[in-house]
Nanobody, 130 residues
Framework: VQLQASGGGLVQAGGSLRLSCAASVRTFSGVTMAWFRQAPGKEREFVGAISSRGGRGERTATADSVKGRFTMSRDNAKNTVYLQMNSLKPEDTAVYFC?????????????????????WGQGTLVTVSS
């Protein structure tokens, strides 16, 4: 499984960016995908996750720090997950990583611990200037 994240860059506070993560996995529709971020000197933190359809339908989970500003979506036909980031703040500056949980296929899980994700992309840098 390979994950390729893209879309990072430099943006002014209040601006928007959309990150993409393309996954090379045959069972993509059954995989829970997530975004994490890591700022310099800080631990990796959960940003959001989007489940497979599972038994309860496709669901999302979002960290409180980005709720109302960031939205996750997925296109199973393109094996791609997106993170739409609006109203960006300087404190959103970090390297953003996409991750895949292939251990709970089709169960619709929404786990927030990075140790629950077994595949990771290379990261894309988002810098928000004040």
């Amino acid at each position: 499984v390979q994950l390729q994240a893209s879309g990072g860059g430099l943006v002014q506070a209040g601006g928007s960016l959309r990150l993409s993560c393309a996954a090379s996995v045959r069972t993509f529709s059954g995989v829970t995908m997530a975004w994490f971020r890591q700022a310099p000197g800080k631990e990796r933190e959960f940003v959001g996750a989007i489940s497979s359809r599972g038994g309860r339908g496709e669901r999302t989970a979002t960290a409180d720090s980005v709720k109302g500003r960031f939205t996750m979506s997925r296109d199973n036909a393109k094996n791609t997950v997106y993170l739409q980031m609006n109203s960006l703040k300087p404190e959103d500056t970090a390297v953003y990583f996409c991750a895949a949980d292939t251990q709970t296929l089709y169960l619709g899980s929404l786990r927030r611990n990075p140790t629950d994700y077994n595949y990771w992309g290379q990261g894309t840098l988002v810098t928000v200037s004040s």
